[in-house]
């Protein structure tokens, strides 16, 4: 009679064998679904299996296995369109990172946070043109110019107006 | 730590000789369980090599030629109300191997036995 544990352990390696294998070439896959499922029914009718130390005997396969597995699925993964398909999706989700840290401050300088910024209140704002004319590169200079001010000697900053 | 191409980890070489060892007894073929409980024995161990150890091994055997395997007709699988299994035989190359191995373990060990013996 086959232990709870047992039977706990074999749909574990049935479980994870599906999980690694999902989404493989089909002919790879079931090669590898049907090899394991074969060395299942193989252990379970060997006299060395029953009672509850066969389930650990299964755990114990399973889980030294699990970088193996890993590896194997890495390898047949890369050779194959699915690595193609990945690496773009990868690239296309960097690529949208990407222009969403461009775009969003963008979005932010058009609609005006800047009327009422630090750089707005900076001493030196006060010197240069009004918030609604700045540009890009005057907003720049005027951070860099606070920052300066903030970090630089006292009484070597602009003057209070 | 990537493995040189053609190079064999001690895990394939035991198949290799395991495999060999079967075939001078007459076993041509034999399946992933079949091999695991032979390099069990043949160790003298009682847990069998990891699934994902064992069929990675298979695998790359077999890409480098060394193993060959055929599926079962799924009729004696259907027949004997069994999941198919998968049937594999060491090739010329795979029994090169082998010998080459069994030559370099027996040309290693009366070195190490002499280095063992030597202070006594």
């Known amino acids: ?161 | 730590m990537r493995r040189k191409q053609g190079s064999l980890v001690p895990l394939e070489i035991a198949i290799c000789i395991s495999a060999s060892d079967r075939h001078h007894q007459g076993v041509n073929e034999f399946h992933g369980y079949e091999i695991a409980r032979y390099l069990a024995d043949d160790a003298g161990r009682r847990l069998l090599t990891a699934y994902g150890t064992l069929y990675r091994a298979l695998g790359r055997l077999e890409k480098m030629g060394l193993l060959r395997s055929r599926r079962e007709d799924p009729h004696i699988s259907a027949r004997e109300n069994r999941p198919g299994r998968r049937f594999y035989s060491l090739t010329a190359e795979g029994e090169a191997a082998a010998r080459e191995a069994r030559k370099v373990s027996t040309e290693k060990t009366p070195r190490r036995a002499r280095r063992r013996l030597a202070p006594a």
């Open chain 1, 1 to 161: 009679m086959k232990s709870p544990l047992f039977g706990f352990a074999v749909a574990l390696v049935r479980a994870w064998t599906r999980l690694y294998t999902w989404r493989m070439e089909p002919a790879l896959r079931e090669t590898r679904r049907e090899e394991i499922e074969s060395d299942l029914w193989e252990f379970q009718h060997d006299s060395m299996a029953g009672g509850s130390s066969s389930g650990f005997h299964v755990l114990a396969r399973l889980f030294l296995g699990v970088p193996s597995d890993l590896c194997w699925r890495v390898d047949n993964a890369l050779s194959r369109d699915e690595g193609l398909r990945g690496r773009a999706a990868l690239t296309t989700a960097a690529a949208v990172l990407v222009a969403a840290l461009w775009i969003v401050p963008a979005l932010f300088w058009r609609n005006g946070p800047l009327e009422r910024t630090r750089a707005n209140d900076c001493p030196s704002a006060s010197t240069t043109r009004p918030a609604d004319s700045l540009t890009r590169a005057d907003y720049r200079m005027q951070v860099i110019n606070c920052a300066g001010a903030f970090f630089g000697r006292r009484g070597s900053g602009p003057p209070e107006p």
